[in-house]
């Protein structure tokens, strides 16, 4: 049985992992000459990865789907510093910092979400029990 | 599971920070150092960070430390011609180490070591909830 509810949280999930590790590059980067912060448009990522064009071309059923590639089926783009610094690094720790947190934040509810659903379903096989 | 990568990324980060501790430290130990000989002097030097990315998916990864440079900012020479290392014409040569740069690249190593520290800490809270997931 295929379960909507489950596939639609586990990628937003997976999408925030990415990110997460994306924010954590760049946070950890701030005092790297010439570092560009990269980060990705969340939604845009997200809607990618519902479409389906996440997959790659396969000619048989017995081919590797991309589900798990690595930085695969979103682009990384360049963040636009507000205030560019000298030694050609775009970080701004308290922007990092606080996407950051937003993403972390977010992770949680996709968490919560799906431990939700996975309560719900386990009440429903239990017989309400 | 990308989440574990950001405990490589700021290790990295933090090894790195802490580096430039270690380098600030001997930088500010030695910034009252006068000496005769030129050469011998103790020159100012400062850690160079690189980023490198995951060899797999192209991603922005940690920070490499690409090696110490010493600081090529001119000697100071102070004419002190009774000093006891003073050279024939009197002069001693003192460090270019700039204690005001130095504590300034000291709070900046701190304060970047403990944002990696938080990070960690964030993420292996995510992790510890996503391991009881459905519980």
Avoid at chain 2, 26 to 54: C, E, H, I, K, M
């Amino acid at each position: 049985m295929d379960i909507p509810a489950f596939g639609q949280f586990e990628t937003a999930l997976r999408l925030r992992a990415q990110r997460n590790e994306l924010l954590a590059s760049n946070i950890a980067n701030a005092d790297t000459p010439n570092y560009k912060a990269r980060d990705i448009d969340f939604a845009s990522a997200l809607s990618t990865a519902r479409g389906g064009s996440l997959d790659m071309q396969t000619t048989s059923d017995l081919h590797r789907k991309a589900w798990n590639t690595p930085g695969g089926g979103f682009e990384t783009m360049y963040r636009i510093p507000q205030q560019s610094s000298l030694d050609g690094n775009t970080v701004e720790t308290d922007v990092e910092q606080a996407q950051f947190a937003e993403n972390a934040l977010q992770y949680r509810a996709a968490l919560s979400f799906l431990d939700g659903s996975i309560r719900t379903m386990r009440y429903a096989l239990k017989g309400g029990d | 599971m990308s989440l574990f990568k950001v405990f490589d990324t700021a290790g990295s980060a933090m090894n790195a920070q802490s580096v430039r501790m270690n380098v600030t430290a001997s930088n500010l130990a030695n910034a009252g150092q006068v000496s005769g000989d030129p050469n011998q002097v103790y020159r100012a030097r400062q850690p160079v960070f690189t980023s490198f990315n995951d060899t797999l998916s192209g991603q922005p990864g940690g920070v490499r430390l690409d090696g110490v440079v010493e600081s090529q900012a001119p000697l100071q020479v102070l004419y002190q011609p009774d000093h006891p290392e003073a050279d024939a014409d009197g002069n001693v040569y003192a460090t270019n180490v700039n204690t005001v740069e130095e504590m300034v690249n000291m709070i900046s190593a701190s304060r970047s070591y403990k944002n990696n520290v938080e990070m960690i800490n964030t993420t292996k809270d995510l992790l510890l909830q996503t391991l009881s997931l459905g519980r």
